[in-house]
Structure formats: C-alpha cells, structure tokens
C-alpha cells in the first residue's frame, strides 16, 4: 500500500483534513491519507515508466525506418598515430566491402570497423549525390547540395 492512513491529522465533519505538521499527500484521491516521500516517488516513478515505455514502443519502428548504417573505422582504446586518427576522423564508408578495400593511411593500422547510424539526408549527401562509396569530411565540410 502506497500511503499510511492518516493518523496524526484531525478530520472534520465537512471532510477537510486538518495537518498536524506532517506532509499531505498531493494526490487529489489519496486525501485522507499520509504518503511519506518514499511511497510517493515509488509512485510517480511506476507512473512515469508507464508512460515512456508506451511512446518508447510506439515510435521505435518508424525511427528505424529513417536510419542508415555506415561504417567509419574507430582507434579508440587504442595506441594510433596522428594520420590514424584523421583517417578514423574523416573517412566514412558506404559498405563494410568499401571500407576493407580503401587503403589505410600506414601498414601497421589497427583501427576497427564500427557501424554509425545516420539520417537518410546524411545518407544522401555522402554517398548518394556524389555517387561515390567513400566519402572524406575533410573534402565534404563546405559542400552544400542546392537540389535533389
């Protein structure tokens, strides 16, 4: 049971709880009664998770529609010199066959192939408009796309 019952308040006869020092429940439905703090937050927290896990389970299949994949290399927890961070920085593939058949920037490379998901548009403007399955951000940073 989420409240006590309210033992140190006096009810009058027209209903209306008179405090003897100890916090009311908020709640409209639980006026007679005496939340204390743990209780209310057990509540709100239940309420809460309800309501989220709902629009949570929704909206997941129509975000999923407006992702891509793409890969980029990643040296993180790794030792890398600097051209392997700027590789790993810049270079984005349009399929993990193009990213294995790019050519590293030194023979002793050891960076991973990870997957990054982004927006249909960042799809289009990387790969789609150039017509290209390699795309470097440095060469992109000042190109904008006026039509489709």
Same mark, same amino acid.
């Given at each position: 049971m989420f409240c006590k019952v309210f033992r140190e308040s006096k009810v009058r006869a027209d209903r209306e709880v008179e405090s003897t020092g100890h916090g009311e429940c908020p709640l409209p439905l639980f006026t007679r009664m005496n939340c204390d703090r743990r209780a +209310? *937050?057990?509540a709100g927290s239940v309420l809460a998770m309800t309501a989220l896990r709902a629009g949570v389970?929704?909206?997941a299949p129509l975000k999923a529609k407006a992702r891509r994949t793409?890969? /980029? +290399? #990643?040296v993180r927890g790794r030792r890398a010199s600097r051209a392997a961070k700027a590789f790993c920085a810049n270079m984005r593939f349009k399929t993990k066959q193009a990213a294995m058949t790019a050519p590293p920037p030194h023979p002793g490379f050891n960076? /991973? *192939?990870i997957g990054v998901g982004v927006s249909i548009t960042e799809m289009h403007r !990387? +790969?789609? #408009?150039r017509h290209a399955l390699v795309a470097? !951000? %440095?060469? *992109? %940073?000042? !190109?904008r796309i006026v039509g489709k």
């Open positions: +209310f *937050l057990a389970a929704e909206a793409i890969y /980029r +290399f #990643s960076g /991973r *192939l !990387l +790969f789609v #408009s470097d !951000l %440095r060469q *992109l %940073r000042n !190109l």
